[in-house]
Structure formats: structure tokens, C-alpha cells
């Protein structure tokens, strides 16, 4: 890099030159502001080993608090981060740079933007609250590759129980407020907080996950493994499961206060926090009305698709949702040991074949292996089928999670499932964004969050892409399946606006099609159900724009990678890449 200087000219008349530090360049302001934010986040330095040496260790022995305090300082390095990249001239940027500037301007506005609606999520709750989080945080995203990771592992868990009192005490200042969760929600929370601590300690997942990805590491000596455990039980009995005791009594206490009122609607200032979570997890400017409606279309449409094949398949009686609830019921696995291992088995077969069939539809693919593992007995019954990045240091896989309770026990809808959370859904996208070295590292590693339009409107399009390339060839039920799974999200963009906007009950979306434990989802976590199928249908029409715009030159692999090598964005930005694509052809 080039000094710059400055003449200096003295009362003597003599000059002299100073050296000038040149302005920073937008890479180094990545680069810089990405590390002063991860610095204060130690669950996320620790899932993506973003630091080395000691300054990483120091951080995988701490667990990130989730106070009002601390999201307010987080909110404030938002606004100082967002007011720093405003002074940088975009129109001097390469595209890569462009884009990534608007990327994190966007996500940084949005961090900002939610300032107002802080107490509109309640830290305790069955689906994403720190009771959730923190273990899937210590169980499934620290790496433990070596006896010092393990070491750090014994040292982080220390400060679970910790965290769980900073919850506890943000749900009590909450409750002041009246800002409490609705009681079939309260009761779903406390049902998951007595069943986690509701064995000995050393049978936890806490311990038995720690134990069995220690087995696994041949450098810790057995003695030195053996202690390790011993002291994360003793840390667990004394410190976790008395954490978890406070947050149920807490909570119980709630049960007779509480409503079923189930919306934002019952909270002043609810619009327009369901405005805020529209936005963020569309990206778009749409309405509740104008979602409501497009969730309408969709289900009439596909329900029509799907009523065709059943007839093909001899189910003519009864309505689409109970002909889809019969098939169901046939396609079950057992509901034993041998079924949960079997349907992991059939789970592992169509991951693999995915992955040999993509190869013709995508010319680039990530290295990163994925696997399959179901989710810990204690949360079966809320969780939802997730996806985990690899790590960037390939210290761990990409991971896909499924809850194997009694609804999900079932061949129907499988492959679709698998398809979506892995290949060529979210493993393809995410895994590829993590290896993908012309990106700042703050977008391969999605530090500031992900865009759950693009993310999930992708896993969603990765389903209709394999019914559209002949995957379920000579499998009408399987492909019942992909159609099913798309009813499902458009049935979402109906039942997350009914419940937050339209004053919908429980029992209104159950019977609209949407299980109970999805539904309880919706209602803790508003607005992000509606992300998938708003992104899917952006995605299909950009790529009916290329092909209308390209004819014979349109290419579904360079599509694909046009897609996946811009990465996570707002879906206005991905508009505007796809339209570089064409005109670029």
C-alpha cells in the first residue's frame, strides 16, 4: 500500500513531510468492523473458528448473553458499523464489493431497525429460545477436534447456567409488562424444560453428545476423557438443571395470567412489529393482506395439482388434507427403535443418491460432506428440520437435523424433506457460500445473519427442481410428497398472516392444515414461515425472465451458479445479479 504525505510547512518557512495513513478501502472495513462484531459474539467465533490462537480460545470458553443490554450494544455497533460504510463511493467498488456493501448496509439497517421491537420475543420459549439455542449451540456447532476443544467445551458449559438466569431474569422483566407468551405456548415450554432435566445427568445430551464426540478424538488420553466428563456432569447437576428449575418456576406461574391469544395483534405496537418481521424475513415490502392472498392462490392451485394424482392413485374420497392424512398414516414407519433407525437409513440412502444426481444440474458444488442425525429425544416434539453450515476450517460437517416425532415417522414427504435441507436445498447454497473464497468473510460465514427469503425460497425451489427433473420418475406418492411440502409453505403464507394480522386462533390454523408443534413455531417466531415460498416464487420468476429473455442460449446450470455464487441476499439484489447474467450472455 502506497504512504500518502502531507507537506507541513513551518513558521520558518521550511517543509517537511508527514506521512498520511490513506483512507481505508471497503475490504479492510470488512475485514475490520466483521472481526469487532464477531469479537462480541463467542458463540458465532466459536461455530466458524473465526480467530486464531489464544484470542479463540478465550472466546470458545464463553457463551454469547442474550440481555436487553447486550442486544442494545449490539444495535449500536449496527448504527456505527452502517454510518462507517455510508462514506464509502460505490461506483469505485467491483461488483463483488457492490454487492457486499449492500448486503451488509441492508442487514446492519435491519439489525437497527428492530430496536423498537426488542420485547416482542420472549427469551423463553420451545422453538428458538435460549432454553433451545444454548444447547443446540454446545451440542451441534462447537467443534471438538482435539483435548483443548473438550477442555474449552467443559469451561463454556460453565456458563450455561449463567445464561439461563440472564433469560430467566429478562422473561420476569418482560412479565412486568404483560409481555408474556400465550399459555399453550408457556405450557409447550415448560413440558420441553421438565423433560431436558428430567433424567440423570450423565444421560443429557449435554454430557452424552460431549462423550460421544470425544470417543471419537484419539489424542485425549482415556483417563483425561473420563474427567472431563465427570466434571461437565458435576457442572450439569449443579449449575444447568438448577438454571432450568428457575425458568419453570417462573413460568408456571404464568399459566393462570395467560391467554390463547396468539398474535402480535394483542401487543400495542403489534402491527407494526409484524410490519418489521415481514420485511426482514421477506425482504420485501409486501403486506399481510397481500401475503394472505398469495397463500390463497398458491393452496387453490396446488391442492388442484395434487387432487389429480391422488385420483390416479385410486383415493377419491374425502377432501385433499384427509386423502394426504391417509396416505400419510400408510407410508409410516414404525413407531419403534427399528423404525427410527430404519427411517435414518432410507434418510442416508436419498441424501446420496441427490448428490449423484444433482451433478448434472449444477456445474459447481460444494466440497463440504453433509450428514444426517436426528435431534435429541428432549426436543423432538417442537423442532423443526434444520440445517447447520459446516465449519470453514472443515473441522465439522454440514449437518441436517430431523425430529423423529410420531407426525414426521412417515416415507410421505421424506425425500422432499432431505431434498430441501440438504441436496440441493441448503447444503448446496450454504455450504458453497461458506467455501466460497472471492466473498468477504463475513458473507461466508453470514455473520451478521442470514436472508431467509433467499435461503429458504431456495431450499423450497430445490424441491420443485428435482419433481421438475424427473426425480420422482414412477413415484406418484413421492411426488404427492414434493407437491404436499409446497402446500405446506403456501398454507404458511395463510396461517402466519391469520394469526399475527387476522386475530387466527390456535385451533383456526391447526384446522387449516398446519400441524399443532408448526403452528406454535409461527406464533413464537412471526413472519419467517412466510419467507419460503415468497422466495421460491422469485426465484422461479427470474428464471423465467432469463429464459424468456435468453431462448435457446438460457442455461439451467449457469442460472444455478449465477444463484449460488451471489450468495445470501435480499431477493432485490439477486434480481439485479440475475439481470447482469442476462445481459452479460
Known amino acids: 500500500m502506497k504512504r500518502m504525505l502531507t507537506l507541513l510547512v513551518l513558521g520558518s518557512g521550511v517543509a517537511i513531510a508527514i506521512p498520511q495513513t490513506p483512507p481505508p478501502t471497503i475490504d479492510k472495513f470488512f475485514f475490520d468492523f466483521t472481526a469487532e462484531w464477531m469479537r462480541g459474539n463467542a458463540n458465532a467465533a466459536t461455530a466458524t473458528r473465526y480467530f486464531t490462537g489464544e484470542e479463540q480460545a478465550r472466546l470458545e470458553r464463553q457463551l454469547t448473553p442474550d440481555t436487553e443490554a447486550y442486544r ?97 431474569a429478562e422473561a420476569r422483566r418482560l412479565a412486568a409488562k404483560n409481555m408474556i407468551p400465550p399459555r399453550f405456548i408457556i405450557q409447550a415450554t415448560l413440558t420441553q424444560l421438565k423433560q431436558f432435566i428430567g433424567t440423570d445427568p450423565v444421560e443429557n445430551p449435554l454430557i452424552t453428545t460431549f462423550q ?45 395470567r395467560a391467554t390463547d391469544d396468539a398474535g402480535l395483534w394483542r ?16 425482504t420485501t415490502d409486501l403486506t399481510p393482506e397481500q401475503i394472505h392472498e398469495i397463500g390463497l392462490r398458491e393452496v387453490a392451485r396446488i391442492e388442484k395439482e395434487m387432487d389429480t394424482i391422488l385420483r390416479r392413485l385410486g383415493r377419491t374420497d374425502g377432501s385433499v388434507k384427509e386423502r394426504i392424512e391417509k396416505l400419510q398414516a400408510d407410508l409410516a414407519y414404525p413407531r419403534t427403535e427399528d423404525g427410527r433407525k430404519l427411517i435414518m437409513a432410507d434418510v442416508e440412502q436419498i441424501l446420496r443418491d441427490a448428490e449423484r444426481r444433482s451433478q448434472s444440474l449444477f456445474d459447481e458444488r460444494p466440497k463440504s460432506p453433509v450428514v444426517a442425525q436426528p435431534f435429541p429425544r428432549f426436543r423432538e416434539a417442537n423442532a423443526a428440520a434444520n440445517y447447520s453450515a459446516p465449519a470453514p476450517d472443515g473441522s465439522r460437517p454440514g449437518v441436517f437435523q430431523i425430529p423423529l416425532r410420531p407426525e414426521r415417522m412417515t416415507k410421505f414427504g421424506l425425500r422432499s424433506l432431505v431434498y430441501h435441507e440438504t ?163
Request: charged fraction near 30%; charge should be neutral; glycine fraction near 8%.
Open 72 to 168: 442494545h450494544d449490539r444495535i449500536k455497533l449496527a448504527r456505527k458499523g452502517l454510518a462507517e460504510l455510508r462514506k464509502f463511493d460505490r461506483t469505485r467498488m467491483s461488483e463483488t464489493q457492490r454487492v457486499s456493501a449492500d448486503l451488509m448496509e441492508w442487514q446492519l439497517d435491519t439489525i437497527v431497525r428492530e430496536e423498537p421491537y426488542l420485547d416482542y420475543s420472549f427469551p423463553l420459549n420451545q422453538f428458538n429460545g435460549v432454553n433451545v439455542n444454548i444447547i443446540e449451540t454446545m451440542t451441534v456447532r462447537r467443534p471438538l477436534s482435539n483435548q483443548r476443544d473438550a477442555e474449552n467445551y467443559v469451561a463454556a458449559l460453565g456458563q450455561v447456567g449463567a445464561r439461563m438466569d440472564e433469560a430467566v
Open 212 to 256: 460421544q464426540r470425544m470417543s471419537s478424538v484419539a489424542a485425549i488420553p482415556d483417563p483425561r476423557r473420563t474427567e472431563l466428563r465427570d466434571d461437565a456432569a458435576r457442572i450439569v447437576k449443579d449449575q444447568v438443571y438448577p438454571a432450568w428449575q428457575k425458568a419453570i418456576a417462573l413460568l408456571e406461574p404464568f399459566l393462570a
Open 267 to 282: 401487543f400495542k405496537g403489534g402491527p407494526e412489529a409484524y410490519a418489521y418481521v415481514l420485511r426482514r424475513f421477506t
Open 423 to 585: 441436496v440441493p436445498g441448503h447444503h448446496f447454497q450454504i455450504a458453497f457460500e461458506v467455501e466460497n473464497k472471492l466473498l468477504p468473510r463475513f458473507r461466508q460465514i453470514r455473520a451478521f445473519g442470514g436472508i431467509s427469503a433467499l435461503g429458504e425460497g431456495w431450499g423450497l425451489y430445490a424441491e420443485r427442481l428435482a419433481a421438475e427433473s424427473g426425480w420422482y420418475e414412477g413415484d406418484l406418492e413421492g411426488r404427492l410428497g414434493q407437491l404436499d411440502s409446497e402446500l405446506f409453505r403456501a398454507r404458511r403464507l395463510v396461517v402466519d398472516t391469520g394469526i399475527h394480522a387476522k386475530r387466527w386462533t390456535r385451533q383456526q390454523a391447526i384446522d387449516y392444515g398446519i400441524e399443532a408443534s408448526e403452528v406454535e413455531r409461527y406464533v413464537v417466531n412471526p413472519g419467517q414461515a412466510c419467507s419460503y415460498m415468497i422466495g421460491e416464487l422469485k426465484i422461479i420468476e427470474l428464471r423465467e425472465k432469463a429464459i424468456k429473455a435468453l431462448g435457446d442460449k438460457f442455461s439451467l446450470n449457469r442460472f444455478h451458479d449465477t444463484v449460488l455464487n451471489t450468495g445470501t441476499v435480499p431477493l432485490t439484489v439477486l434480481e439485479r445479479q440475475v439481470e447482469g447474467y442476462i445481459r452479460g450472455l
